[in-house]
């Protein structure tokens, strides 16, 4: 299209004077350089990650930025998601030293946030010898330590009756016979008021956790009733998030990573909470430290803005484009003039975007 002007240009004035449409053909080749366009997508990307990364929010790239503003359903994990890693041990099994040290064996190797609090409780009883691990994502863990078969993990998949309380609970066997079960009571994250209080803002919101539904009534006052789904497998997690996508929902997937590895994968924008943002997190989009949380709905506010402002920019920029060529076909405006006008046009939309991005930040209460 640039072509066409330029050369219609100069077929125009060539009749009449050569140095007139010699001039308008340079000119509108100079002030109409797509710089100015093609610098305000990254320019606004690069700035809206660097916001993002001051709050604790790191994306895989900017393309997530763009899919952060489509998203209108919101799943999330339970466990190391919503709740926090400082889970309370209310009860532990009685134990030799010996069965400490496996036990501790066996849930060293593994990154679910019981595991780790297993660990902790167990206050590092130094490892054994292993081999045949395996870690059954949203079941549990099957290995051999020290020559002994332990199974560690939800009641169903040891095949012992679950506990009567509302409290989470990890079961323990060793040679096929039941030890006993660690039994924990999950504290709330900070800022789930803040994340939950988006399903008042067109957003739907689900809660899909593998565990028993013992925490159900307190979850009621967070999500509606219809929204919240336990004993779900890895593989229903998937499910679930594939069935809404081909509803038109555009899903994000918010959990603790490995266990919600499938689920992550399949959404369209997976997000991976962490305590320790340098822990690997198979499948995601974005890693959000914990603490916070609570900016979420800030942080989708931001997406929005960012996606406005590139707009904006497109618009400015379009609106220079068509005032630079219409003095420029007219052969008036001079290429030397043109050729200050591009750097000039260049130099405005970048400060624009960079500033009107930080003006949405603070506005956000990013900055």
Known sequence: VLLIIAFGSLLFWLPVDWQRGLSAFTAVLIVACPCALALSTPFTMSAALGVFDRNRFYLK??????????INTIVLDKTGTITTGDIDVTAAPVLSKMQQRMVYTACINS????????????????KLPFDNYEEIPGKGISVKVNAHQMLIGSAGFLGVAATGDNTTSVHVIIDGAYIGAYRFQNAYRDGLNEVTALKDKKYQLFLLSGDNDKERDSLKQYFNSNAIHFNQSPQQKLDFIRIHQLTGKKVMMIGDGLNDAGALKQSDLGVAVTDNVNNFSPGSDAILDGRSLSKLPAFLDFSKDTVKVIYMSFLLSLTYNIIGLTFAVTGKLSPLTAAILMPLSTATIISFTSIATHVAARRRKLS
């Open 111 to 126: 990154s679910h946030p019981i595991s780790r609090r297993i660990c902790k409780h167990l206050g590092g009883s130094g």
């Open 61 to 70: 790239n900017t393309a997530v930025v763009e899919q952060l503003a489509r």
